[in-house]
């Protein structure tokens, strides 16, 4: 229960650039950051962010994040 209390503090907090998905019962992502492009606005969740990270270091698009850092993130989402 304190860690969920938890989450809709942090996800509050982000509010400001950062759409609060915690009560919708329709998501699966706990945070969705807004996006605009040639004036249109959509969504992203945080999930899809760290796919494309994780693509972005397989392809060496970007350099090697440490695997206990990929580990932390995957026990939380």
């Known amino acids: 229960m304190a860690e969920d209390v938890d989450k809709v ?3 509050r907090l982000a509010r400001k650039e950062i759409i609060d998905h915690m009560d919708c019962d329709d ?3 706990d945070y969705v950051f807004l996006l605009r492009q040639d004036g ?3 969504g992203m969740g945080l999930t899809t962010v760290l796919s494309m990270l994780a693509f972005a270091e397989h392809e060496g698009a970007v350099p090697e994040l ?3 850092w990929w580990l932390k993130v995957s026990r939380r989402y």
Request: aromatic content about 8%; hydrophobic content about 25%; some cysteine.
């Open 66 to 68: 440490p695997a206990d």
């Open 27 to 29: 998501c699966t992502e």
């Open 9 to 11: 503090e942090r996800a």
């Open 40 to 42: 249109r606005e959509f």
